[in-house]
Structure formats: structure tokens, C-alpha cells
């Protein structure tokens, strides 16, 4: 099924779960997010019934939804979340969700916490094994070259998602920073 077709198909899935104003579905190609502040019990009945709707709305469409790719995560930033777990029914099964405190999602690593420490220290190491490899195969380059290929090959890795995930602790931007200190060096 080309995109087009996939995004007609699906095109009611928005409808369904957005049961309440409090709640959000976030689409991309075929992944699906459902997203809800949830402080209450009633609230996490709610989501509850939205992941409900949903399974049923896959039902019917005939699209099968992959359990064990669904998975929860709470955010919070003071106080710990509720103690929350979410189901889905299939058939006479039941499935509970495994619930996470860091998903990756679109090669960024969000944290409960959203601290973004996990996704700094996994872009940094990346970036320093592409520039350890640029560095031993690319021995007898000039100057411009090296800077063209640093440009291109290192630095999209430090640089991916960083309006998601801005590095604002003085200790995440020295990290940052110790990379671009590797060019003088070479």
C-alpha cells in the first residue's frame, strides 16, 4: 500500500481518538502516538478507552496492530507520574503494554524526564566513531577537504533534531564543543 493510499485509509483513525479535548493523536507513516495529560485516575480510564477505540477502529479496517511494538511512556518533570498500565485486548488475550522510561522515536531518545541525556551521549559517541573513521582512512587530505567531509559526514550527527533537543546545560555544550576542538588537531 503506497503512502497516499495508507494516509486515505487511515484518514478516520484522528476521528476516533480524539474522544476528548484533552487528548492528541500524533500521526507519521504508520506509526501512531496518542498523547493525553493524565494526573487522574479518570484521566488514565480515559486513555484506557481512546487505546480501546483504536483497536477496535484497527479491527475493523482490518489493519493489524503490532503489540508488541506499543509501549508507554510517562513524562514528568517534578513529580512522579501515576502508577499507570494500559492493556489491549486481542481476541480472549490480554496484553499489557510495557511501560518505558526512554523510547527512541524518529532517532531521538526521549527520556521520562526529558532531559535528553541518553540522546546527547548517543549523538556524541556517533559522532566521535565517524570522525575516529574519517580521521584513519582520510590521512593525506588538505584542510578544505577535511572541513568538507567533517561537514558532511560528523556534524549532521550532532546536529539532527536539535531544535528537539538543544543542548542548555553548560556541561552538555562543552561535550558538544570537545568534537569541533578535535579539527585543529588534525
Not at 483513525?13 to 484533552?22: G, V, Y
Amino acid at each position: 500500500m503506497g503512502p497516499l493510499l495508507f494516509s486515505i485509509y487511515t484518514n478516520d483513525l484522528e476521528l476516533c481518538a480524539s474522544q476528548d479535548d484533552s487528548s492528541e493523536l500524533y500521526l507519521y507513516a504508520d506509526d501512531a502516538k496518542i498523547f493525553k495529560v493524565v494526573s487522574q485516575i479518570t484521566e488514565q480510564l480515559d486513555l484506557q478507552a481512546i487505546m480501546n477505540t483504536v483497536k477496535t477502529w484497527s479491527d475493523e479496517c482490518l489493519l493489524r496492530l503490532n503489540i508488541d511494538k506499543c509501549k508507554t511512556v510517562s513524562y514528568y518533570s517534578k513529580y512522579p507520574p501515576l502508577d499507570t498500565q494500559y492493556h489491549i485486548a486481542d481476541g480472549n488475550t490480554t496484553y499489557t503494554l510495557e511501560k518505558l522510561n526512554s523510547i527512541n522515536d524518529l532517532g531521538v531518545m526521549f527520556d521520562s524526564n526529558l532531559t535528553f541525556k541518553d540522546d546527547m551521549a548517543q549523538k556524541i559517541n556517533k559522532a566521535y566513531s565517524v570522525l575516529g573513521i574519517v580521521k584513519r582512512n582520510f590521512i593525506h587530505m588538505d584542510e578544505s577537504s577535511f572541513i568538507l567531509l567533517y561537514k558532511s559526514m560528523v556534524r549532521q550527527h550532532l546536529e539532527y533534531a536539535n531544535s528537539v533537543c538543544c543542548p542548555y546545560k553548560q556541561d552538555d555544550i562543552k561535550e558538544l564543543e570537545k568534537i569541533q576542538k578535535e579539527l585543529p588537531n588534525w
